[in-house]
């Protein structure tokens, strides 16, 4: 018994056998459970549920007790994980309600019924609950009619969710990008209002926002798009929105990353930070000759907004440097120690990376850019120069400071000086990179100074 209507409407939608056994122990032992959120979304709107996320009556240390194989996930707000015989983990969280709130986090104590848990949700198709055992749905705020008209709307009064949880604002522009959604008039009008406000929120949730949006299958492009006609870009993204308007070719340089942005494919998330801002750098080197060190000013400008956001020092770095790379590339006719240099200067983990960014950017602009084919005969070029693997650094030369010593040479910043030398030598002439032949150089270079 669920204890609600006879007559409410019904959904035949897939769970998995987990949702079900875990259902039935919860309601066997008396407590209400409701399947909820992103899963019955996207289940009810034909799409593939992700994580199944359930709601009860029941009490963190009842959940704990019903079940062998738990996760304190988050037990002071209510959620367990139980481990589903499949392996995966399925949240199973205590109704809520929300109290005072200070717009970065809602504040929640526990609640008696699934409708008081619905109130505090976000939007109202994420506030659909689903009944796993009898099928019911369970929709006071109308999210099904609005998953069916493509609305984006928020439970209750706009401006007031807004209010209380300012990355609300956030969500709605990724989900309405997500799933084509528009957004409902009022939900808009206070999520602009609203926009300001957002500088108080943390780095961490932002930046987590932006990553989801980021990983979307669907082009990210629609939610930033989103992000700057809402404002959300002119207040939390300033270096972004000042590419707005600035003229480069047939469009302007945020149209143009956002179509980067695009072409990189979903799962590569990093590289599509760095499209997002690899030509940031464009609206404060413009001259009429064009953008002189763009992509070094564009580096400095993601090492800021990165730092902003608390990014990894390591995600920091590699993009950093794929910015600063990514306008300088050998022309078709580079002579092979001419590629060679280039890729020691670049880095031969960034390569395949800066190939993918920089071909992303010139499908960027449009069918028939002459470098695009100049671009794929280049990577072949280097893939091969990569197999053949000559040496890129002092590394990989067939002597080290062992032979040096043997030779008799004193230790000391010599070395150093030798060991890059011969990597000049060798760049120019990978056959040369055998033991014997650098052993007789070497001894070459300390006659003729002796002598
Ligand atoms: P996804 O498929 O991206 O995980 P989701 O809808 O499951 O989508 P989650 O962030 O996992 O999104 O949140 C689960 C549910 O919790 C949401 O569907 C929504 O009902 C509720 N929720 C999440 N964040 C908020 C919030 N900031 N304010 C109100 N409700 C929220
Ligand atoms: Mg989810």
Redesign the pocket.
Known sequence: MTGSDQDSPRADVHAPDDVLRITRRLQDAGFQTWA???????ALSGGH???W?LTTAARPGDVQRLFRRTVPVGVAHGTVGVVGRDGRLYEVTTFRR?VETDGRH?RVIFAQTVDED?R????T???VAWHPLTHEVRDPHGGVPDLRAGLLRT?GEAEE?FR??R??VL?AL??AG?FGLTIEDGTWAAAQAAAPELVHLSAERVREELL?VLRQVRPPSVSLTLYQQCGVLRHLYPELEACVGVEDGKADVWTHLLRVVDQVPAHRTTLRVAALLHDAGKPRTRTDAGFPDHAAAGAATAHALMRRLKFSNAEIDRTVHLIAQHSDFPTPEASAPELRRWLRRVGQEYVPDLFRLRIADLRARGDGDPRLDETNRLWKRVRRELQQQAPLDIGGLAIGGGELRGLGLPPGPLYGEILRDLLERVTDDPSLNDRETLTRMVRERISSREG
């Open positions: 909820v959120g992103g899963a019955v979304r996207d549920p992700g994580d996320d929300d809602a619905l505090r949700r976000d939007f198709i994420n506030a439970v969710r209380e949880d990355l609300r969500r990724r989900f997500r989801k």
